[in-house]
């Protein structure tokens, strides 16, 4: 299984609203698995299809990194159906923006309407730090990245980064595309 590229703030496509996923074949499967591995490489809690540049609704999450033992799982087509709980003030960070850190305030409780790698519909509660990954790739796959989600303060304090990062990655980008020119 291969091991995906994670692609990097200023990348176009981790803007993108994703693609509702209607095809539950083999591909998915693979793709899931795929993603999975790319997450535990990387050492991620939670992984959306366009960080590793496919545009379907789909992410991974690292169960068993809040709940020892537990298998990792996929989230086909999810929602967030409805909060509750207090909100809750945590440190976030992202393998899309690498060595930034910052405390985003979610709400405690979710209830998230999704379909398995089979296509087949759930609707299930999380609450704590399942919540917070869940709703960070959710956010993910709407185009929306956590600082997105910090006070005007902390964007304008990473602003500068954020920016250097983006042009970083477009230059990246073009070079990519200029190698896949034939010559
Ligand atoms: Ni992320």
Redesign the pocket.
């Known amino acids: 299984m291969p091991v995906l590229k994670i692609r990097k703030y200023g990348d176009p496509i981790l803007r993108q609203k994703a693609a509702q996923q209607t095809t539950f074949e083999a591909a998915l499967q693979q793709q899931a698995e795929d993603m999975i591995e790319t997450m535990r490489e990387a050492k991620?809690i939670?992984?959306?299809a366009n960080?590793v540049g496919m545009p379907n609704a789909l992410c991974v999450v690292e169960v068993g990194l809040v709940i020892e033992g537990a298998e990792p799982r996929a989230f086909v087509n999810p929602v967030i159906a409805a909060t509750a709980g207090e909100t809750v003030s945590y440190e976030?960070?992202?393998?899309?923006?690498p060595d930034v850190n910052d405390d985003v305030e979610r709400p405690n409780q979710i209830r998230v309407r999704f379909q398995d790698l089979e296509g087949v519909s759930h609707e299930e509660e999380f609450e704590g730090m399942l919540a917070r990954v869940l709703q960070?790739?959710i956010?993910?796959l709407n185009g929306i990245?956590?600082v997105d989600r910090l006070g005007p303060l902390r964007r304008k304090l990473l602003s500068k980064k954020l920016k250097e990062l983006a042009e970083q990655t477009q230059r990246e980008l073009a070079e990519e595309k200029s190698k896949r020119k034939p010559s």
């Open positions: 991620g939670g992984l959306a960080q976030e960070g992202c393998l899309s923006i960070h790739e956010d993910h990245f956590f």
